[in-house]
């Protein structure tokens, strides 16, 4: 798999990660034998980049990860994890230098490390990104080895901007797919003149641009595809990545229909997203170990043509803009 710079890491990452999200929970249940195995099967297949964070199911993603690491030791993984969402309430107030050290404190026992590689803060209230002691508590944490690097992950792309232009910023996380486009004008140029890495989550939007789903599609109570589509329960930008369902599904099966010969449509948007320049790690989910190798396959894809990229853009420009342009 080819690899990228993840910005001011300097860690080499293949171009394709793992969310490992529905490691913990909010996607059905994933036993802990077939987390382990969709683990295995995406570093089998090339993946090096795995995101995960401290309240996918309370920890117990980090802890997966972590007995994963535990297991190839010699793997030279990079792991991200997240750090913020365990506040309560979820205040500007609660990111504080005390709470950072028990947050990476409890990150670094869950995953069974010294020093995690990169720790984002996880879509925290918007004014976090504007104060002076944000960044200097973050470096104070690198200083004291709890943390390699750190970098955000966050829900606008004004917040992007915002820690773009710090000093020691290593990565921004953001939602970039076939459906969301914005952060193409502004965020991804910025990155790069900063030399800022770009983590490209919620890529298939939540499995819409897997082409598979239609309108009598089904998901389990514990699914955040059935119980946050409208934002019931967090930002609904991470749920379809924002777009109506309905919506959604009538635009991925135009997508669908773009999908070269002997690819998957997941692999076609997985192979739109590797393509944008700035971008250093796009990082899809998988439940399965058909999926996570499907996955890091997209990245053996050809670049996708001209004629391809035109009829995306039109699809976006005429099912779904209006839903996510001026929301994010």
Partial sequence: ?????????GRSVGVIGLGCWQLGGDWGDVSSDTALTVLEAAVDAGVTFLDTADVYGDGRSEKLVGE??????????????????????????????????????????NLGVDTLDVVQLHCPPTPVFHRESTYDDLDTLVDEGRIAAYGVSVETVDEALAAIARPHVATVQIILNIFRRKPLDAVLPAAAEAGVGIIARVPLASGLL??????????AASDHRNFNRH???????????????????????????LTPEGATTAQLALRWIIDQPGVS????????????????????????????????????????????????
């Fill in 1 to 9: 798999m080819d690899t990228r710079v993840l910005g001011r890491t």
């Fill in 68 to 109: 994963f690491l535990a297991s190839r030791p010699s793997s030279g993984l990079t792991v991200a994890t997240k750090m913020g969402r365990r506040a309560d309430p979820h205040t500007p107030e609660e990111y504080t230098l005390d709470h950072y050290r028990e947050w990476t404190d409890r990150s670094r026992a």
């Fill in 210 to 219: 897997s082409g598979k789903y239609d309108l009598s599609t089904q998901f």
């Fill in 231 to 257: 934002g019931e329960s967090f930002d609904v930008g991470e749920t379809f990545a924002g777009v109506p369902y309905e919506v959604g599904v009538a635009a991925a099966q135009d997508v669908a229909a």
């Fill in 281 to 328: 790690v796009v990082i899809p989910g998988a439940r399965n170990a058909a999926q996570a190798q499907g996955n890091a396959a997209a990245a053996s894809l050809a670049p996708l043509p001209a004629s391809t990229l035109d009829t995306l853009k039109a699809i976006y420009d005429g099912q779904v803009a209006e839903h996510v342009a001026d929301r994010w």
